[in-house]
């Protein structure tokens, strides 16, 4: 196993990852949600990292873009409800294991996991916490130069009404190429 210096950039990278991981939410359905024609949905692009998001506009309203532009939170008029996205270089070239052991080593929240899979360029956790449901789906794009992160948010008593819905958000969040992924990709 390597072994990282502790720098400065390396605890700067691990904060954001706890401020944008640790509020995400939700389980995965067993049946697909189909959007309803009355239903808008929209996508998000972000310039910066390429990815992009699907989702449904009635429901989440998006909130202030972060001055770095690496990523979008959204969430439902009542705030029970949250969808963040984010991306980021990876700088210190971890592999998607090495990510999930830090995540979970180094930060809370993550004793009521009852799903996570790894593969070998994305994982998911997935579970509770309090009252909520939590799934966050981390995937390296790029040759693992790139870090794709949604995190999903909502109330354990809604999960009907939202599991299908996630499904559909989480089938269709994608990497892609923006202004700052590196050339090639």
Not at 53 to 70: R, S
Not at 108 to 130: C, E, I, N
Not at 146 to 158: D, H, K, W
Request: proline share 8%.
């Amino acid at each position: 196993m390597r072994t990282r210096p502790n720098s400065g950039r390396r605890r700067g990278f691990l904060l954001l990852a706890a401020i944008l991981l640790l509020p995400g939410v939700a389980a995965i359905a067993a049946t697909k949600h189909k959007p309803a024609e009355q239903e808008r949905w929209n996508t998000y692009q972000n310039a910066r990292f390429g990815y992009s998001l699907y989702y449904p506009t009635a429901l989440f309203e998006p909130g202030e873009l972060p001055a770095n532009g690496g990523g979008q939170s959204f969430a439902t008029p009542d705030g029970r409800a949250k969808i963040v996205v984010y991306g980021t270089l990876n700088t210190e070239n971890f592999s998607p294991r090495e990510y999930r052991k830090i995540i979970l080593e180094e930060f809370g929240g993550y004793d009521k996991m009852d799903y996570s899979p790894t593969a070998q360029s994305w994982f998911v956790l997935s579970g509770f916490r309090g009252d909520n449901i939590y799934y966050q789906k981390v995937m390296f794009s790029c040759s693992g130069k790139v870090i794709n992160v949604l995190s999903v948010t909502f109330p354990t008593s809604e999960k009907p009404f939202y599991e299908g819905l996630i499904e559909t958000i989480e089938d269709n969040f994608k990497p892609g190429r923006g202004a700052d992924t590196p050339p090639g990709c």
